[in-house]
């Protein structure tokens, strides 16, 4: 039969015998677009972090403490939500995750800035999580800078300096922050648009697997598939398509409106997604090729998600990653794919600033599918000469 | 006598039957390769600990030696890699992604500063990546702060105000700062733990679930059997983990072999009670695999280790708190960073001793219905 017919009726056949008699394939084709993105923007709708829990433990009982105490739970990173008694109740309290961050106010705190010495303050914060880390400990740091350049103008009164020269000598060079592209600095604007994308290839991965298992497992694979499975698997993938489409549009034009997820230009984002699915395409082909059956469709490639968002540089800086994890997860689309969902989602939505990774999307789509040939060539000599194949056919 | 024999034979062969599964079927074998290979790559991900030699262009518009004090200070900031400004600098460089912030040194900054003028230096920062963006604006307010609190001290000397009278006056409130359990706030201690442990906790699930699809085994005491070995092959690669993985990145546990092993087999244990019981519930096994791994894969996010519990959706921190990932890998961040009394860990082992008594309760009932239907059957039929 030839490899033509045996695609165009395996097209066929992904409708007519599997996507609507075998319903373990259409959950997850149609679940896995809903429920993940949703689960995940409802989890992450709150977006900031904020208000981080705090124990304040005052120790001097003086206006200036006090004043500390209230200055701190008025920002919006940290709320005092327990005074405990002593230091150690406190420490006991962040041990066991009850409070983030201890602030001890010593008992000499107002007498020696009365004195007009140096006061400290000491702070012990739970940095186990860097983001709680990072949100609740400027918090302090603000407040007391805050209250630095009070009492350092204060003083500079006290030893003769008008009070306008006094108060423009403390601290005299400033940081003038402006935050580009994402002035929030907000976790879920961050890390969701990442994850959408990685939704859309385990459906690709996992979809055309699973749909390829279940007709191993049944017998009921189009006819040809045994001499051409190459071309039933690419026929089972074009089947899919549009449902793997209609999922995407789902996540792009549904999903992520409804939850604020940041997108500077809607075409340029469905342009990313259109090609990040041509790239993966060959690849889903490869691994349903060697996927005997649904439970090895689940069992082995939800291990993908993981190590591919962390190796992508979505997250954390590539060139601080080791060369060997630079050099595997290049092989991947979601590498070059997330890198450009960074820029196009947050920084600018103008695809030519993403032109190498889109390049490089290119280059893996052509790879992808030599390697898929490659393979199907080997296998039909394989098959020529021994007359049966090492990995499951339909 | 017999039936006990015939049981313990049942139970041996079921292990047996399991171990073979796991070490000599392709399958098993290229999911196990993929979990150690899979945390080994995520782990070395965070090789370098800490953000460091984000590209920063300074331009120095002034010149002057103060301003070649700041871009000193800003070079020596770990963080930071300084660039020349004259290489570049406008917006263009963030928006390519190829800097990470510019800070801009204006004209006027030493002139202003001899006047008894504040003068701002400006940075602008790439938000887009949150974790460069934090990590590179604290680096510069340190460095800028640092040159401006010596400014300040400066002239104070001039006004007659020196030595720790002049530091008290420029920072009367010094903030000594304690970061328990993660000094140099290190991603690795922050997100490596819980990524290789919840690896774990997807293949242990997995394997357990797979124990009741079609062609595992037959009969409660060989599925006893291979639920040992489930049970005994997660707490092997937990010690890998623990004893090998964590400490070739500097993550050796705080605490003794007596707290962390526990809590491992009691995560463990909870876990493979979680995936019987959703096995015992679902009456499809390759429903209940595909249930087990969904629920896996949303374990990381639902754990609270990187989104904190508070900021979930009620339902949601519900739902996090009933997966035995989470008591875990919190107690995991007490354990591996500092010395812990198990003692001290009993609300995290009261926690995964809850759920299990939820999961095997779930199971047992389930099991008891299912008895029940099928003798129900069975006496109609006669």
């Known amino acids: 039969m030839k490899t033509l017919t045996v695609f165009f009726r395996s097209v066929r056949d992904e409708w007519t015998r599997v996507l609507t008699r075998a319903p373990s394939v259409v959950v997850i084709l149609v679940g896995l677009p809903l429920f993940y993105p949703l689960v995940l923007s409802w989890l992450y709708s709150a977006d900031s972090v904020v208000e981080r829990p705090v124990a304040v433990v005052d120790d001097d009982r003086s206006a200036l403490s006090r004043r500390i105490a209230f200055d701190l739970d008025a920002t919006p990173e940290a709320a005092v939500v327990l005074r405990p008694a002593t230091l150690d109740d406190a420490l006991r309290d962040l041990e066991e995750h009850r409070v983030e961050m201890v602030v001890w106010l010593p008992p000499d705190l107002s007498a020696r800035i009365a004195h007009r010495e140096q006061a400290d303050v000491r ?8 983001l709680t880390y990072g949100i609740g400990y400027p918090g302090i740091v603000n407040v007391v800078s805050n209250l630095n350049a009070e009492i350092g103008r204060d003083r500079l009164v006290v030893a003769g300096v008008a009070p306008q020269a006094a108060a423009n000598r403390v601290l005299p060079v400033r940081t003038d922050t402006r935050i580009a592209f994402h002035p929030t600095l907000s976790y879920g604007s961050f890390l969701v648009p990442g994850i959408l994308l990685l939704v859309v290839q385990q459906l690709m991965l996992i979809g055309l697997a699973l749909s390829a298992g279940y007709q191993r497992e049944k017998g009921n694979a189009s006819e040809g598939a045994s001499e051409r499975p190459w071309a039933w698997l690419w026929g089972k993938l074009a089947g899919q398509a549009a449902v793997h489409v209609a999922g995407m549009l789902f996540i792009l034009l549904v999903v992520a409106p409804a939850f604020g997820w940041p997108f500077r230009s809607t075409r340029s984002v469905l342009a990313l997604f259109g090609l990040f699915m041509v790239a993966t395409a060959p690849m889903a082909v490869l691994f349903a090729r060697f996927v005997p059956d649904r439970q090895a469709a689940f069992q082995v490639l939800m291990y993908l998600t993981v190590p591919l968002l962390m190796a ?18 290049s092989i991947f689309p979601a590498t070059p794919a997330l890198q450009a969902l960074r820029s196009i989602s947050m920084r600018t939505g103008d695809l030519g600033v993403v032109r190498p990774q889109l390049e490089l999307l290119g280059w893996q789509a052509a790879g992808w599918t030599l390697l898929a040939a490659f393979a199907a060539g080997i296998e039909a000599i394989v098959r020529r000469v021994s007359g049966r194949v090492s990995v499951p056919s339909p | 006598m017999s039936l006990l024999k015939g049981s313990l034979l049942d139970f041996l062969r079921g292990i047996g039957g399991q171990v073979r599964l796991l070490v000599a079927t392709p399958r098993y074998v290229v999911i196990l390769f993929l979990l150690l290979g899979g945390a080994w790559l995520t782990a070395d991900v965070y090789r370098e600990r800490v953000v ?19 871009r000193l200070f800003l070079g020596t900031c770990r963080e930071l890699r300084v660039i020349d400004g004259s290489a570049g600098g406008d917006r263009e460089d963030l928006t390519s992604g190829r800097v990470a912030a510019i800070v801009r ?10 006047r008894g003028r504040p003068a701002d230096v400006l940075l602008t920062v790439d938000g887009s990546n949150i974790l460069v963006a934090r990590n590179v604006m604290k680096a510069v307010a340190k460095a800028v702060g640092t040159v401006s609190a010596g400014a300040e001290l400066t002239v104070l000397g001039r006004l007659g105000v020196t030595g720790d009278r002049a530091m008290a006056t420029a920072v009367p409130i010094a903030l000594v700062e304690d970061t328990t359990w993660n000094p140099s706030t290190n991603y690795t201690i922050y997100l490596v733990p819980g990524l290789l442990f919840c690896l774990l906790h997807v293949y242990v699930l997995t394997i357990v679930s797979s124990v009741f699809l079609a062609g595992g085994p037959r009969g409660a005491s060989r599925r006893a059997g291979a639920l040992v070995v489930c049970l005994a092959a997660g707490f092997a690669i937990g010690l890998l983990f623990l004893y090998a993985y964590l400490p070739r990145l500097g993550l050796a546990s705080s605490s003794p072999a007596g707290v962390a092993l526990p809590l491992l087999l009691a995560f463990l244990g909870t876990d493979t009670l979680l995936a019987l019981a959703i096995s015992a519930v679902v009456p499809r096994p390759l429903t209940a695999l595909q249930i087990t791994i969904i629920i896996a894969m949303l374990s990381l996010m639902l754990s609270g280790i990187t989104w904190p519990l508070d900021r979930f959706p009620p339902l949601l921190a519900a739902a996090g708190r009933a997966i035995p990932f989470t008591p875990f890998i919190s107690a995991a961040q007490a354990f591996l960073h500092r010395p ?10 009261a926690a995964l001793g809850r759920q299990a008594a939820a999961f095997g309760g779930i199971a047992a009932l389930a099991a008891s219905v299912r008895l029940a239907i099928g003798l129900a059957a069975r006496r109609r039929a006669a």
Not at chain 1, 123 to 130: L, Q, S
Not at chain 2, 56 to 67: M, N, Q, R, T, Y
Not at chain 2, 105 to 114: C, F, G, M
Request: charged residues 25%; hydrophobic residues 45%.
């Open chain 2, 340 to 349: 812990t009394a198990l003692a001290e860990l009993d609300g995290h082992l």
């Open chain 1, 312 to 329: 992508s540089g979505f997250a954390w800086p590539r060139d601080q990653m080791p060369t060997w994890i630079r050099d595997v997860s």
């Open chain 2, 105 to 114: 040194i204006p004209a006027d900054l030493s002139t202003r500063i001899k």
């Open chain 2, 52 to 70: 460091r030699d984000a590209p920063v262009v300074v331009i120095d518009e002034d010149g002057s030696h103060l301003s070649r004090t700041i």
């Open chain 1, 123 to 130: 702070v012990w914060v739970g940095a186990a999580n860097v």
